[in-house]
């Protein structure tokens, strides 16, 4: 059953604190996104990536970081540094950087108090 | 100005009814058009993508592009309660992921 997994479904954490969110995906995609969703706004790209040990910077990528060492993994560190962490987050994949049809993970609530 | 709008809803209609979900856009750039569904505290599944201009259907859905009037339209025909759940849109000047751009997405609710 293929697929990309997202966990933890929701996730607290103290302000201050460094928090991993985990990504893994098993359709052999070769590219990987990870986006933040809000309230009243559109998907916003914080980072990608479309080869193993290679990634870039979206449109939000302060305060975050990832890696890329496994073709099916990529986690999503939100650091302390960023501002308003508090967040639904939404990792995708797509089977080649220029294939149409991206998927979705089912994402994870973030609460930061 | 936001680069894509869309009427944040919610948009509540009877089952059987032919809904009509929009965005706007303002970057004329933008050559491929998609429509995502996302159920409550789900991820978005892809419904629709057309590239440029006109008309595409599939089964009750019908997906329209207007690049001249930077309008793209969704049509939801026979709507049914399954069918309730938040629609974005997204657009993009070329087909890299990286370069998508997402609208807030439309709040549907088909009532039975």
């Known amino acids: 059953d293929g697929g990309i997994t997202q966990s933890p479904k929701y996730l607290f954490r103290k302000e201050g604190q460094n928090v991993t969110l985990s990504c893994e995906q098993n359709?052999?995609?070769?590219?990987m996104y990870w986006y933040r969703q809000d309230p009243g706004q559109g998907l916003r790209l914080i980072y990608y990536s479309q080869i193993v040990n290679d990634f870039q910077k979206g449109d939000i990528a302060e305060g975050y970081s990832v890696s890329r060492e496994k073709k099916e993994s990529f986690p999503l560190t939100v650091t302390s540094a960023q501002k308003n962490p508090t967040a639904f987050y939404l990792c995708a994949s797509r089977r080649q950087v220029s294939s149409y049809e991206q998927y979705f993970g089912p994402g994870t609530r973030l609460t930061v108090t | 100005q936001k680069e894509v709008e869309q009427d944040p809803g919610p948009l509540s209609v009877p089952e059987g009814a032919i809904v009509s979900l929009n965005c706007t856009y303002s970057?004329?750039?933008?050559?491929?058009f998609m429509w995502y569904r996302q159920y409550s505290r789900k991820g978005p599944e892809l419904l629709m993508y057309?590239?440029?201009?006109g008309n595409k259907e599939d089964g009750r859905f019908t997906a329209q592009v207007d690049k001249s009037s930077k309008y793209i339209s969704l049509f939801i025909r026979d709507s049914q309660p399954s069918d309730s759940a938040t629609y974005l849109c997204a657009m993009s000047p070329d087909n890299y992921g990286q370069n998508f751009v997402f609208g807030p997405g439309t709040r549907l609710s088909v009532l039975p």
């Open positions: 057309t590239y440029s201009s």
């Open positions: 359709l052999n995609h070769d590219a």
């Open positions: 970057n004329s750039a933008f050559q491929y």
